[in-house]
């Protein structure tokens, strides 16, 4: 199967780093233009500079804005009023215990993680039913399911994606316009990697070292029993984009190893 996204246009939000970046490479090599998104226009310069050098014939272009605010949005859409595939992969994520999560970090991670997509999607959407053919894609994680008891706000953000996504395909029926939810499960990501890190200095053990202990660990029904890397959660959204992946909305495609003990 050879995917070909040449004269779409696609939007990965928060693609400055980790698999957001995977992902807009990903899009890229397979032909679409892509936005990259983050909210300094020096990380925006310096992952456009990185997407070129990795493919020199890739049809890229940046927007610096804040997408859990409106006005992000404004100056997104000012910037690209049009696009033919969207890749609300903005998140974010860390541990509280439920009693110490304040309710302004329970709206912080509502903003950035379930508001920024709805504001995105309502945007974007309406001119990919005009013409009748589009993809969306919600990044979602196996923590939407598999509600990590350290990081219930999280959870519950990667829960209200998974609604959101089921919900808005149900909605576009018969339309050309698909929506679906991908979850990855730990993938080394620069903000894992980050996470890792004084893990792997204090035991003098690789990075990847590192991310596949976390996994036994924290996540021991893996089957993979490793973290992946953002180019195999990349993988599965390309294909999700594609036109070959017509059949497939509302669905929610796990690339978490296994971790969500069902078959459902
Ligand atoms: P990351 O922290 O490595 O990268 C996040 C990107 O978002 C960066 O480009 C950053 O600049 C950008 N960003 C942050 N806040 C922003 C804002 N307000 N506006 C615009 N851009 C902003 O993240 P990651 O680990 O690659 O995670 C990406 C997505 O995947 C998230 O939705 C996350 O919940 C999901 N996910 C990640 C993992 C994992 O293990 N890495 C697992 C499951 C799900």
Redesign the pocket.
Known sequence: MLIDLTGKTAIV?????????AIAQGLAASGATVII???KQE?VDSALKQLKEALPKAQVRGVA????TSE?LTQLQAAEPKADILVN?????GQKDFFETSDELWQEFFD??VLSGVRVARAYVPAMVDQGWGRVVF?S???GLNIPSDMIHYGFT?SANLSIARGLAKRLAGTGVTVNAVL????M????AEMLKPMAEEKGISMQEAGDKFVKAKRPSSIIQRIAS?EEVANMVVYTCSPQASATTGAALRVEGGIVDSIG
């Open positions: 939000t928060g693609s400055t780093a980790g698999i957001g970046f998104n983050g909210r990380s804005a804040d997408l859990s992000g992969n903005l998140g974010i994520y950035v993680n990044i994680s196996e923590s990667k990855p499960g730990p993938t990501s620069e903000g894992v953002t």
